[in-house]
């Protein structure tokens, strides 16, 4: 068996200590429900990528019978949409056997009040003559993509857009023609709300390496929750956890649905364990499909999904994945993918490929916290190094703003590609990247 690194883990920890988890069932490999508090047995199937090279370790905590303090994981994030020229080519650039990912005629749909005010969770409709080709909600800032060729439009025919107003605001649905790659809409009588509610989904691999490690969940729980609801008190905020393997385990997927409750998370999470695998691929796609059986709020909500991972889907499941990311989409669920050790050049193109379709960015752990095996450098060219706990608090408050919170002064440990003040980076070629 193939243990992934530790750090999986820890990241796992510090990313479920926002989740709360209600009780919920297992979908095992044979679609069954299972008991949650079974004990896992070992187990996988045959793999099709092989796994990276394991680098330098550090000991593994836990084993003196000591719990491991909070803030120690480290990372980075990018977004492929503020850099979307670089993005296509990395695309062109992709590891041998990849899906296409067809998003080089993007359009950014943007909804705005008579007041210019972003409009959350205006339900977008997009047709051509042929019929509808995408409806979904915009996010906090009132964006959403619509991807023309992947979304099954023909040629380059015109469409209209019809912006209905918000569940529960008044409001008069508008329908335009459009043009362009930045369809800019106003929505007369609606008024952008920043989200009053959020929901946030940790999607976990838990195959072979957790172990001990779930003590840095159990560390980083409290300190994350404390400060998201420190900062947001009027926010109603609720969370949720999926556990998953692989196929050929003790279960598939693992689901706890959305609680308020950070002491009923910390009680489901207490019962988990990692143990199977026994391959690289994993049932990646099954996890991040788990989200939709979640009870996912419709109205003023901010809806994320972290998604902790070190392995890629098997290769007959790539398109699975894609069309699990695409589901999130289309229901205003923003991805944002977390790669811990063992990340390769497979699962880095498709946890960017689903930060991008769903507007959200791609996180990646470091080896400046000197926890696990070696972290291998993401295909980008500039960010900055900041505690994991950090950022994703800043995550969180950035789809509760509507606008993206930078790092800045303590909080940024390390820069890789030089970024300027304004948070632009040239490189060696001339062209301009953004973090």
Known sequence: MRHKPFVLGALVAALALLSACGAAGDFGAGGGLESPSEPPRSGGASGDVPGPPAGPGSPEPGQGGSTPSPGQLTAGDWDDNLNFSFFQKYLTEAPQGMPAHPSTDRVIITVRDEDGIPVPNARVTVGDAAGKRLEAPTASDGRLLFLPTHDGAQGTGSFSVTVSPPPGQPGTPVTTPVEGTAWNLTLPGARGVLPTELDVAFVVDATGSMGDEINYLKAEIQNIVDSVRATYPDVSARFALVMYRDDGDEYVVRPFDFVSSESTFREWLAQQSANGGGDYPEAMERGLGAIHQLSWRTGNTARL???????????????????????????????????????????????????????????????????????????????????????????????????????SGTDILRSVGSPAQDGSCTREDGTVTYL
């Open 305 to 407: 999904t972290f998604l902790v991972a070190d392995a890629p889907p098997h290769a007959r499941n790539y398109q699975a994945f894609l069309r699990e990311a695409n589901r999130a989409r289309l229901s205003g669920i923003k991805v944002y993918p977390v790669a811990a050790s063992g990340v390769a050049d497979q699962a880095e193109y498709l946890m960017r490929a689903a930060a991008q379709l769903t507007l959200g960015r791609y996180i990646f752990l470091t080896d400046d916290s000197g926890i696990g095996n070696a972290h291998a450098e993401p295909h980008i060219p500039c960010y900055q190094v900041q505690l994991l706990k950090h950022l994703l608090v800043r995550a969180i408050g950035s789809e509760l703003a509507g606008r993206r919170l930078p790092a």
